[in-house]
């Protein structure tokens, strides 16, 4: 199994970018067949729910930085905005009898080192993992690129919904009863919450000449 975990900082060069969007462009330059209308469905869906997690995310951020700077009021505001984003995420994700682990995928990324030539069949390959990717099947994503003749990096970010709209919902409760340390507190472990990796996959495979 020709995969390694690494976290160390690598210089990659970069042909997908949050949720894979290069890649869908990529796919995007040749007429799809019919038969891929409810694929191309799914993708547009699952890109919503990515789209509307990271804006939930944004949201708490700003409320963080709000309350550091005593702007409770407006903290309290982004908060309910998260909240509402989160519920309806959660309600959306409940309803998905695909999604057993509670998890949404929020970015998504693959790179290759720098000069390994990326060519159309790999793109070809790689676009193949559109949709698995940005509905948070990582271990297919990664199967999936182990025919792929290169060494690429497979990295994601997926948010726990349920946890963060706990955790919100929390935060809310002490700035109604004026605990802002507190509510700091909590808001600081919505980030420690995230499942992040970055996976090496095709590690033996071929690397450009240094």
Request: a neutral charge; charged letters at 25%.
């Amino acid at each position: 199994m020709n995969i390694t975990r690494k976290h160390s900082a690598a210089a990659l060069f970069l042909f997908a970018s949050t949720a894979l969007g290069s890649i869908a462009a990529m796919a995007a330059t040749s007429p799809a067949p019919a038969a891929n209308t409810d694929k191309q469905q799914q993708i547009q869906q699952a890109e919503a729910m990515a789209g509307e997690g990271r804006e939930a995310m944004s949201y708490i951020v700003a409320a963080r930085q709000l309350l550091s700077k005593q702007h409770n009021d407006e903290a309290i505001h982004y908060l309910n905005k998260a909240k509402n984003l989160l519920a309806k995420l959660k309600s959306g994700i409940a309803a998905d009898k695909e999604n057993t682990t509670g998890l949404l995928p929020i970015y998504s990324q693959l790179g290759a080192e720098e000069g390994v030539e990326i060519t159309d069949r790999i793109k070809q390959q790689v676009g193949k993992t559109h949709l698995d990717a940005i509905r948070g099947k990582h271990q297919k994503v990664v199967d999936a690129l182990k025919n792929v003749d290169v060494e690429l990096r497979y990295s994601f970010v997926d948010l726990p919904v349920a946890a963060t709209l706990e955790k919100v919902e929390s935060a809310l409760k002490s700035l109604s009863e004026k605990n802002i340390s507190q509510a700091n507190k909590t808001l600081s472990g919505i980030g420690e919450s995230l499942v992040h990796d970055s996976i090496v996959v095709n590690a033996d495979k071929h690397k450009p000449a240094s």
